[in-house]
Nanobody
């Protein structure tokens, strides 16, 4: 089983950038697609981005497309989420997870503990 630890969250002004990291333990990281999800207070957890196991395919929600970039380094067992042009609506706890490539949250397991991103307007 893969264990995931997110980092890189924090407080940023609107228009700013953050880079989240998701470090995975275990030797099977490269077998899984990775996803980033977020959950704002009082809202359901929602899909943000997904990347295939080999990193060749990426998929984004409409709300972050063109602003966020998902990537991975299988040699380092780490996935990333580069977030640019942040706005207040991006404020949430961000989670990474392993699963099947795509936006179906039900296909993801092995969730991290989350990292808080707060965007001040």
């Amino acid at each position: 089983q893969v264990q995931l630890v997110e980092s890189g969250g924090g407080l940023v002004q609107a228009g700013g950038s953050l880079r989240l990291s998701c470090a995975a333990s275990g030797r099977t990281f490269s077998n899984y697609a990775m996803g980033w999800f977020r959950q704002a207070p009082g809202k359901e957890r929602e899909f943000v981005a997904s990347i295939s196991a080999n990193g060749m395919l990426t998929y984004y929600s409409d709300s972050v497309k063109g602003r966020f970039t998902i990537s991975r380094d299988n040699a380092k067992n780490t996935a990333y989420l580069q977030m640019n042009s942040l706005n207040a609506e991006d404020t949430a706890v961000y989670y990474c997870a392993t699963g099947w490539y795509g936006n179906n949250i039900d296909t993801y397991s092995n969730w991290g503990q989350g990292t808080q991103v707060t965007v001040s307007s």
